[in-house]
Structure formats: C-alpha cells, structure tokens
C-alpha cells in the first residue's frame, strides 16, 4: 500500500529551527519532494531528494533515508512568511506524485 | 515566462450540471498531472497525460470524470453531473518531462463548489 505520514501541525518561533519530518511506504520510490503551500495558493517546490542524504539551499535543508524510508525538512531562522502547509511527496515511476497530509506550520513572534 | 495557469480560479455549480476545468503549462512542457485536494486532505493524483495521451489514470474515478490535453489548446478535466462530494481543489501541474530531473509546476488551482 501507499502511505505517507507527517505531523499535521507545529509552532515554531521566528527566528528559530524547525524539523518536519515524513515517513513513507509506497510500491514505487523515484525521489522525494517537499513543497510550501500558502492557503489558496499553488504548491511551491522547495526540494528533491532521490539518493541519501542532506541537501541544502540557503535557509531550507531537506534529508532522506531511503532504507528507513524517512525524509526530513529542516527551516533555519524562521520567518513569519515560513507560516504555511509543508508537503512532503513521493515520486513513483510513472510520474505520479504521492503526497502526505500536508504539515500546517505557524510562526509566531 | 508565465507559469502553470489554470481557470477558472472558481467555479460553482448546482448539483447536476457539469464543469469544466482548464489548465494551460508552462511554455515548453508538454505534460500535465492533475490533483484533487478535498478539504483538510493531501493533493491526489488523478490523471498524468501527455499531448493527445492519456498515460496514467489511476486516480481518476471510474464514472463522470474525464480528461484530455488535445494537440492545440489546454488540457481539460470534465466532471459530469457533478455531486456534492465534488466540492474540491483541483491542481494542475506540468513538466518537460516526467522526473524531478525536470520538474514539477503547479497552477494555483480550481476551486470548484457544488451547490
């Protein structure tokens, strides 16, 4: 079966670190997406990750284990514009994104 | 370089009537994907179509749902008879190709309510 799991809400403070973290099971594994989504907005990409390991760009840092089946998003200095839902997805073979629930996050001052 | 347009941004319909969503890529991409958000839910995917193919649609419900993306113009997701449970966001996105290698743009979405 198909499951992906991430917390549905956090609270950070600005200026702070937070870690969002995905598990996933899925029949197929091409890569593993994060996405920012704003309410009633379009699904931004933030960052891909298809072999082991941590990728960093700027304030934004994602990790993947594929034997563990486990991703992480990490947001370094947090700023109220960080407040939104957080995707975390699974690429299957066909070209068919698997997303989690979605992980509303609030920044608050 | 404009981005993935979708339209109508919102659409409302009585319970019966049809709808129909539109959903234009970027320039250059000659793949799109839609998904469907319902409330206090994750994006599924419904259907992945190439230009005059429809390569993937596994997401798609079996009845009243279809899909195309002709060789000129959008591509364009039809719902018949729409039901109350159709109340939904529905995404669209495109790529080059298929892969992160590529990819993925999302629309801002079609917000279609059924009355």
């Known amino acids: 079966g198909q499951n992906i799991d991430q917390p549905t809400e956090m609270t950070a403070t600005e200026g702070a670190i937070v870690q969002i973290n995905c598990t996933y099971q899925t029949s197929g594994f091409n890569g593993l997406f994060w996405y920012q989504q704003h309410a009633g907005e379009a699904p931004t990409f933030l960052s891909y990750n298809v072999l082991d390991g941590l990728e960093e760009k700027g304030r934004f840092s994602s990790f993947l284990s594929r034997s563990k089946g486990y991703s992480y998003l990490l947001l370094k200095e947090l700023q109220m514009k960080d407040s939104a839902s957080y995707l975390c997805?699974?690429?299957?073979?066909?070209?068919?994104?698997?997303f989690g629930q979605g992980t509303t996050l609030q920044v608050k001052p | 370089n404009a981005g993935v347009m979708q339209n109508p941004r919102h659409l409302v319909r009585r319970r019966g009537q049809e709808a129909r969503l539109r959903c234009s890529p970027m320039?250059?991409?000659?793949?799109v994907y839609w998904y469907r958000q319902l409330p206090e839910e994750g994006l599924k995917f419904m259907v992945y179509?190439?230009?005059?193919?429809?390569?993937?649609e596994s997401g798609m419900p079996k009845e009243r749902f279809s899909a195309e993306f002709p060789k000129e113009g959008p591509s364009i997701l039809r719902i018949q008879q729409v039901v109350r449970g159709d109340s939904a966001a529905y995404f669209c996105a495109s790529s080059p190709n298929h892969g992160q290698n590529y990819g993925y743009t999302f629309g801002s979405g079609t917000r279609l309510t059924v009355v």
């Open positions: 179509l190439q230009k005059e193919n429809i390569i993937d």
């Open positions: 997805a699974v690429e299957e073979g066909t070209g068919k994104l698997i």
């Open positions: 320039k250059g991409h000659s793949h």
